[in-house]
Structure formats: structure tokens, C-alpha cells
Nanobody, 120 residues
């Protein structure tokens, strides 16, 4: 099993920046199977949506709504993924959830989520 612990959420003004972190821990035998790590978000009354993902090799994928504003990075040695969020908008307000997935995407692990609130 893999546990994911997020940190870094909170209240920020529009136009500001915030950095989220997510550290993986647990069985080493499970952790070594993780290929993709990433961030999803869910706003009240809306479906969960992908924000950004990064593979073990460093390939990234972003939602169109955050391209050019958010940067995802990963430290494999620390088993940690980061999300640098710049030029934040009120519509970025959501619970941000960390995800880790195996290469075949059959096994997914989720964090508890961290609230990000952007005030206008």
C-alpha cells in the first residue's frame, strides 16, 4: 500500500502563487511500481478533473486551463511531487488531490486532499 500526504493548501489572493507538495510513503514494493504522479482537483458541485501529471521519467501533461500557469515537478529520491501554481484565479478554487498510479493505470492511490481557495 502507498499513502500520499499533501501539504501547502490555503487561502491566496487572485494573481498570487502557491506550492503544493505530496509525499508518498508505505510499502517499498508498492512504491516502486508507481509510474505516474499528479494532481487532480474537485470544486463544489463539479466533477473531479485532472490538473497535471508527471511520469517517473519526467514527461508532463497539463489541463488546458492551467497551461502556462502551473508547473508540476517530481523528486523521485524523495518520493515527492510538487505543483507550483502561479497567476491563480478564483476558478482555481477547489480541493486538490494527489494521485499516484502504476504504469498500467490499474492501481491508483489518492491523498486526502488539500483545500486551495483563491479570493478575488
Amino acid at each position: 500500500q502507498v499513502q500520499l500526504a499533501e501539504s501547502g493548501g490555503g487561502l491566496v489572493q487572485a494573481g498570487g502563487s502557491q506550492r503544493l507538495s505530496c509525499a508518498a510513503s508505505g510499502s517499498i514494493f508498492s512504491i516502486i511500481t508507481i509510474n505516474d504522479m499528479g494532481w487532480y482537483r474537485q470544486a463544489p458541485g463539479k466533477q473531479r478533473e485532472l490538473v497535471a501529471t508527471i511520469t517517473r521519467g519526467g514527461s508532463t501533461n497539463y489541463a488546458d486551463s492551467v497551461k502556462g500557469r502551473f508547473i508540476i515537478s517530481r523528486d523521485n529520491a524523495k518520493r515527492t511531487v510538487y505543483l507550483q501554481m502561479n497567476s491563480l484565479k478564483p476558478e482555481d478554487t477547489a480541493v486538490y488531490l494527489c494521485n499516484a498510479a502504476t504504469l498500467d493505470k490499474r492501481t491508483n492511490y489518492w491523498g486526502q486532499g488539500t483545500q486551495v481557495t483563491v479570493s478575488s
